[in-house]
């Protein structure tokens, strides 16, 4: 009674009031939908399943993958009318086709880093290094240094002249565009991105609330 017969004694007082709540209202709904277009997974994507890639040798390309990169073969469905074969290791699947005419890949040549290629994070790359060696197998080697820390890469081909990237890029932090790091290359939680970017919004939208209302 006491609350409605302040605001009947202060009509101006009470429609100031109503329009900051109709404002707040207005940005709290603007700001709950800026929210969800960045969170928002359109796809509902969960993760990598697999990588598929055309061979000219199921059976060459299944022993470098398999005694190279470590994956091991897995059962494919029986279905299949083509060649191929799966593999799986590192939570992801290679998939092998055969090509009908072999001789329609063309083979690169040079080690090329700016190619398309598949990177994989390792625990020593003193050890791959001296592994490739001992396998005879061409590789380049590639630094990058930012902001003191420094990445070392090594690049080779599959035998179809695909390329395989190994790094050690764990100590390199993933930055969003005009965030703080969130954690190392190999270990980002999606959800800790995505809450960071709506505190992050959350605050920002709060300071030009209190701006609008002083």
């Given at each position: 009674?006491?609350?409605?017969?302040?605001?009947?004694?202060?009509?101006?007082?009470?429609?100031?009031?109503?329009?900051?709540?109709?404002?707040?209202?207005?940005?709290?709904?603007?700001?709950?939908?800026?929210?969800?277009?960045?969170?928002?997974?359109?796809?509902?994507?969960?993760?990598?399943?697999?990588?598929?890639?055309?061979?000219?040798?199921?059976?060459?390309?299944?022993?470098?993958?398999?005694?190279?990169?470590?994956?091991?073969?897995?059962?494919?469905?029986?279905?299949?009318?083509?060649?191929?074969?799966?593999?799986?290791?590192?939570?992801?699947?290679?998939?092998?086709?055969?090509?009908?005419?072999?001789?329609?890949?063309?083979?690169?040549?040079?080690?090329?880093?700016?190619?398309?290629?598949?990177?994989?994070?390792?625990?020593?790359?003193?050890?791959?290094?001296?592994?490739?060696?001992?396998?005879?197998?061409?590789?380049?080697?590639?630094?990058?240094?930012?902001?003191?820390?420094?990445?070392?890469?090594?690049?080779?081909?599959?035998?179809?002249?695909?390329?395989?990237?190994?790094?050690?890029?764990?100590?390199?932090?993933?930055?969003?565009?005009?965030?703080?790091?969130?954690?190392?290359?190999?270990?980002?939680?999606?959800?800790?991105?995505?809450?960071?970017?709506?505190?992050?919004?959350?605050?920002?939208?709060?300071?030009?609330?209190?701006?609008a209302i002083v």
């Amino acid at each position: 009674v006491h609350f409605l017969s302040f605001f009947s004694s202060a009509p101006s007082l009470s429609i100031f009031f109503f329009s900051l709540s109709g404002f707040a209202f207005s940005t709290l709904g603007l700001l709950l939908q800026k929210m969800k277009e960045i969170v928002e997974n359109p796809l509902h994507l969960k993760s990598v399943n697999h990588i598929s890639l055309v061979c000219t040798s199921v059976v060459k390309s299944i022993n470098f993958y398999q005694n190279v990169l470590g994956f091991f073969p897995i059962r494919r469905p029986g279905s299949f009318d083509f060649d191929g074969a799966w593999l799986f290791g590192y939570g992801i699947g290679i998939h092998l086709l055969q090509l009908e005419e072999p001789n329609v890949i063309p083979r690169k040549k040079e080690i090329n880093p700016k190619d398309n290629h598949i990177s994989f994070q390792c625990e020593s790359m003193v050890a791959v290094e001296k592994k490739l060696e001992e396998m005879e197998m061409e590789y380049v080697r590639a630094t990058v240094e930012e902001g003191g820390i420094k990445v070392d890469q090594l690049f080779f081909h599959d035998p179809d002249g695909f390329m395989i990237e190994i790094c050690n890029c764990d100590s390199l932090p993933v930055i969003p565009l005009g965030g703080d790091m969130v954690r190392s290359c190999s270990r980002v939680n999606l959800q800790m991105l995505q809450h960071r970017q709506i505190h992050q919004i959350v605050k920002q939208d709060s300071t030009k609330i209190q701006n609008a209302i002083v």
